[in-house]
């Protein structure tokens, strides 16, 4: 059996990002994630929810607890998803999700910037 060979996609470089940094979500899902990942075109963040339900924000709020940073309404889509597990007692849901980011403003990419020089712990391979 040949492997297929994986294709990069992303053009940006990934970060890790601290601790204490959430993904807020906009209605309709108004959910709150713990962000993982980021780059200039997107990011990575775990969904904790009680219902197995679709991606559906179209903007997100970036938050790092105790600094009172707060990037609002980056606009948004989920690129791809991934369950990490299910608990059918509880029951709870864990999803990874991968967003791409829309067109942000020129306040909302200087935020960016400043959120990646300053709470993340680096690079990602």
Known sequence: MEAKAQVER???KRFRVNRGALVMLKPPDAGIGRLIGISMGGLTFEHLTSQRAPFEATQLDILIT?????LQDMPCRSIWNLAMYEKPLAPLYKTRYGVQFGAL???QIRLLEYLVQN???????
């Open 10 to 12: 992303r053009q940006e």
């Open 105 to 107: 403003t020129p306040v």
């Open 66 to 70: 105790g600094s009172g940073f707060r």
């Open 119 to 125: 709470h993340t712990t680096g690079e990602v391979d």
